[in-house]
């Protein structure tokens, strides 16, 4: 065995050595693959992906050849693969299809439906009729956002979004959000407010992918408090050359156990009340790779009933 074999099945570098198979390693599946292996014969490859348990759960791929030792004494000679990432990111791959297939699909079962419903006959009762292409409408851009976001997300995600680094002035991106968000911020009753220091120094961004940023943050804000609630933006200089935008809201929260997962695509605390405020779960997602491609951080603190703080730290220019 070598040392990447060892450690794999937990052994420190005296064992093995001289000892019978099974003594060493207490895996079945894998003794099954040796006794094979050998009873085949030269020229066979078995093949075979197994569990192990422990130290820390694993998947491998197993390839094994019998190896002639001498007269009538046959080895066999086993290469092992850690294939455990692959196959996580084969089941990330999985779940999102099915997450975007199941995100397209609703809309376009609401469209279907009301297009029948009209096509046998409300067409032909005027209030109806508006009423339920208003529904489809609304649906469609539904579709437009979420293929938006899906684009986005993975060109970004694909490294083909070159940011235009330049010294940017964050006082203008928070102006320039605020008066996009203002009217839906007093629209639901919610205070809408920013507090930068005066002193801030120009940031090294990319202009419009900084308002994306701070303008999913402040929507998010916006959405999740209730009315009479607060969210202010805030910026300071960090540590190290770094400024730290906060965004932060007296809304509903995140409760501490969807917090980990909030920012990977499509999780969200409550789909069907994500869905009803135009959200696609993709915000998080987009906002995070926006902030790592500028080399900065993200963190989120949050308390249920009480609400939220959005970090973001990014490089001064
Ligand atoms: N400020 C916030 N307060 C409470 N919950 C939030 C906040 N921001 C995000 N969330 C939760 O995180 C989820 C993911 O956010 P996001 O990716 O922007 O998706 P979306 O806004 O489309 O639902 C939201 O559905 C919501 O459950
Ligand atoms: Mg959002």
New binding site residues.
């Given amino acids: 065995m070598n040392e990447r074999a060892r450690s794999m099945f937990g052994l420190d570098a005296t064992r093995g050595e001289r000892t019978p198979f099974l003594e060493v390693i207490r895996n079945t599946d894998l003794h099954e693959v040796f006794r094979e292996s050998r009873a085949a014969g030269e020229g066979s490859v078995a093949h075979r992906e197994l569990r192990l348990a422990s130290p820390v759960e694993r998947r491998v791929q197993v390839n094994a050849v019998p190896l002639r030792l001498g007269a009538d004494e046959v080895g066999v000679v086993m290469v092992l693969h850690d294939v455990t990432e692959l196959r996580r990111l084969e089941q990330v791959r999985t779940e999102f299809v099915a997450n975007v297939s199941h995100e397209l699909r609703t809309p376009l079962t609401a469209i279907q439906g009301y297009l029948e419903t009209l096509l046998s006959g409300a067409l032909e009762e005027r209030q109806n009729a508006r009423r339920f292409l208003e529904i489809v409408f609304r649906h469609t851009e539904r579709l437009g956002r979420l293929l938006n ?1 899906l684009t986005d997300l993975s060109n970004i995600e694909l490294g083909r979004v070159a940011l235009k680094l330049a010294p940017t002035r964050l006082d203008e991106v928070v102006d320039t959000v605020l008066a996009i968000m203002g009217p839906k911020a007093t629209g639901g009753r919610v205070g809408l407010s920013s507090r930068l220091s005066p002193d801030l120094p120009s940031m090294l961004a990319d202009r419009d992918r900084l308002v994306q940023v701070v303008l ?2 402040v ?3 916006v ?3 209730p009315e009479g609630g607060r969210v202010t933006v805030q910026a300071r200089t960090a540590a190290e050359g770094q400024v730290e935008i906060d ?1 932060t ?1 007296t ?4 409760p501490p156990i ?1 917090l980990p997962r ?2 990977e ?7 069907a ?3 009803e ?11 995070k790779h926006l902030v790592f491609a500028h080399g900065g951080q993200l963190r ?1 603190e ?1 308390e249920p009933g009480r ?2 703080t ?1 970090h973001v730290t990014l490089p001064i220019a």
Avoid: C, H, W
């Fill in positions: 976001d999913n943050l929507d998010n804000a959405k999740y408090t965004v809201d809304g509903i929260g995140i969807d909030i920012t695509r499509f999780y969200r605390v409550d789909k009340r994500s869905r405020l135009g959200g696609t779960g993709l915000g998080l997602a987009i906002v989120i949050s609400g939220t959005v």
